[in-house]
């Protein structure tokens, strides 16, 4: 199964994707996972895309396709993959269209998590609170002033995928307001083909 989950920041996409790849045993591919650990690394891809990311905006196309590009032959995304905050911009969705089409590989579904976007800032504060409590470094951006900066830029650059995948007859949508278990049962439902509860866009 390859699923893309859409979402602004901090609607829950890294949270469900971690249980999605507990239940079909495939993994995550975030791009987000993927630069922090190149920028904790300091690779030349870290050391570019470090400001841009503290600044709370997008990394460049090319070098985010270029890392996914990457992972996606590794051989554990054989069985499929969960891209996580990947693509972010209409020139990632046609990248990915073409990676996928050129390994023949096709997409199975790509969820919106709708959210308020009202309740986002307090979820990223919650989110850095209980990183620091766990004693777990708290990420640069999730604080509200780069937050607020991270949701322009989705709304710039990432919501206009929503229409790309509706006109492509691909998008479900999740109400991303549900509590966890009940965004996971969601996403279980339509993945099984027996919606049950499912938000406005679908
Ligand atoms: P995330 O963990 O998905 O919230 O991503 C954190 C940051 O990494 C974003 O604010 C961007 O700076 C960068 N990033 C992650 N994924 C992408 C992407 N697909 N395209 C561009 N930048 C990205």
Redesign the pocket.
Known sequence: MRLILLGP?GAG??TQAQRLVEKYGIPQL????M??AAVKAETPVGLK?KA??D???????A??NAI?AERIDQADCAGGFIL??????LA?ADAVESMLAERDLGLDAVIELVVDDRALVGRIVKRAEEAAAAGQPV?K?DNPTVFEE?LR?YYKKTAPLIGYYYAKGMLKGVDGMDDIDGVTRQIEDLLSGSERKVAART
């Open positions: 920041p996409k890294g975030s791009t987000g996972d630069l922090r895309a841009v990311m600044a709370g905006e997008l990394v460049s196309d070098i985010v996914v996580d905050g990947y693509p972010r911009t990632q990420r951006d991270r830029e």
